[in-house]
């Protein structure tokens, strides 16, 4: 059974910083969603198990998805922070297969809220 266990939301006034956790039970393709009450789910930051990362047009240039493989923690650095980054935040898990790549997202945290005011 994969355990995702987060940390770090909180609040902040719109332009600070926060960096959320989200530490593993081993090692996998890691994402970073979000989803506010009545929107949809966004993924908004991806890191495959080698390092490679890819970031939604909402947040590119703002976070960061990075990870300690020693630790099996993804880590989301979030800068410039806007009101309209207030959602909850979840981590996801996704098994790595050689030579096909991440899987779709399985396991999943049980979020953390981020809140953003003006």
């Known amino acids: 059974q994969v355990q995702l266990v987060e940390s770090g939301g909180g609040s902040v006034q719109s332009g600070g910083s926060l960096r959320l956790s989200c530490a593993a039970s081993?090692?996998?393709?890691m994402g970073w969603f979000r989803q506010a009450p009545g929107k949809e789910r966004e993924g908004i930051a991806h890191?495959?198990?080698?390092?490679?990362?890819t970031y939604a047009d909402s947040v590119k240039g703002r976070f960061t998805i990075s990870q300690d493989n020693a630790k099996n923690t993804v880590y989301l650095q979030m800068n410039s922070l806007k009101p309209e980054d207030t959602s909850m935040y979840y981590c996801?898990?996704?098994?790595?297969?050689?030579?096909?790549?991440?899987?779709?997202?399985?396991?999943w945290g049980q979020g953390t809220p981020v809140t953003v005011s003006s």
């Open positions: 081993g090692r996998y393709c």
């Open positions: 996801a898990a996704a098994q790595y297969i050689v030579f096909g790549g991440c899987s779709s997202y399985t396991y």
């Open positions: 890191i495959e198990i080698y390092g490679s990362s």
